[in-house]
């Protein structure tokens, strides 16, 4: 079973109906004892990464995802990868999860349109279970003015928007992708089966 988190503020019954798609059970949710019981936990998000972070401790959700992502995979998506790092530098400095060391920063669009809206490329930096499969050059949807600032290690692939952005970040348990995978067609699919690949392993 795989937990999405409804902390008010998440693309959630998309990324349901696509796992549903996948044939994966799957449960919204934003209750603790759910969170803990499920074997894997999807962090979606779309909006401000301060109202988020709030929301996310004003519900005690915080913690139980720290907690979690140190025993089962846990895959953060859009505004849901970003609070997986120390801290967000979106309207004031607000600090994030702590999941993955970095911070969030405003895109350099270097007189490119911001937000970052539509469909990049991905460049694989080091490879790692989620993608597994995925086709070399794979297309994915985005939809953000935010990205990650952290180390290579911490990168599995990226896109460029006039300057490098973290596309999909890995650190032991958890996993994150700028893009939304659930919008991403077949490329976006193929990255939430290796999600579920995690559970079974």
Known sequence: MIAIIDYGAGNLFSVKNALDFLEEESIITADCREIRCAD?????????FPDAMHMLREQGLAEVIKEEAQKKPLLGICLGMQMLFEKSYEFQETEGLGLIPGCVQLIDGGGLKIPHMGWNDLTVLNPCAMTENMPKGAYVYFVHSFRADTGDENISCYTIYNERIPALVHRGYVYGAQFHPEK??????????????LVRK
Do not use: Q, Y
């Not at 991403?184 to 690949?197: D, I």
């Open 40 to 48: 894997a936990v999807i962090l979606p998000g779309v909006g401000a």
């Open 184 to 197: 991403s067609g077949a490329a976006g699919l193929e990255l939430l089966k290796n999600f579920a690949r």
